[in-house]
């Protein structure tokens, strides 16, 4: 069984079984920005700026264990799932204050 076969794919886009170096590069880069705008839809609170410095440290840190999985597992198709999720649930909920401003 070919190993390219059993790649993600992202692992798959960014040709990981052909050139590693580039493509793990670019697959890390793509699950921290992804985990980032996760986090900023689903969870980011206001902090002062020394703490959101660790957070996103701590964030940028565990993205590597998350690299390496996502080489065969859909880590970064999770993250994107859960994006779009987050997306559509913040707009619906603007529209809905929206809503009820006008109503009163």
């Known amino acids: 069984m ?3 076969e059993r790649l993600s794919f992202f692992a798959a886009l960014y040709k990981v079984d052909e050139n590693p170096d580039a ?3 670019m697959l890390y880069i793509t699950i921290v920005a992804l985990s ?3 986090f900023k839809l ?3 609170q206001k902090l002062p700026i020394a703490k959101t410095i660790i957070i996103y ?3 940028i840190i ?3 264990v998350l690299t390496f999985l996502g080489v065969f597992l859909p880590i970064a198709e999770g993250l994107v799932a859960a ?3 987050l997306i559509i649930y913040k707009l619906r909920l603007r529209q809905h204050k929206k809503e009820d401003m006008k109503a009163e």
């Open 2 to 4: 070919d190993v390219s």
């Open 23 to 25: 493509g793990m590069w």
């Open 36 to 38: 980032i705008l996760v």
């Open 42 to 44: 689903g969870f980011a």
């Open 57 to 59: 440290l701590f964030l």
């Open 62 to 64: 565990g993205c590597t």
């Open 83 to 85: 994006a779009l999720i």
